[in-house]
């Protein structure tokens, strides 16, 4: 699957938040079902999308997923 990242790493626009949705859209996988993947409420996951800076470990949780 390739992913569209809307990004510019050369310039440091790197929203972690919009590219793990983005991925997320993209995946087919619900949103309900993601958020407990990777340990996070269903009612906070649009707010963990508007993070641009996700801890490691949760970025890791979010790749296996």
């Not at 990004?7 to 619900?30: P, R, W, Y």
């Not at 990777?38 to 993070?51: K, P, T």
């Amino acid at each position: 699957m390739e992913l569209n990242n809307d990004f510019d790493i050369k310039n440091e626009e790197f929203h972690i938040g919009k590219i793990v949705e983005d991925a997320l859209n993209q995946s087919g996988i619900t949103k309900t079902k993601f958020a407990k993947a990777i340990g996070v409420h269903l009612q906070n996951l649009n707010r963990e999308f508007a993070n641009a800076d996700w801890s490691v470990i949760k970025l890791r949780r979010a790749g296996e997923v």
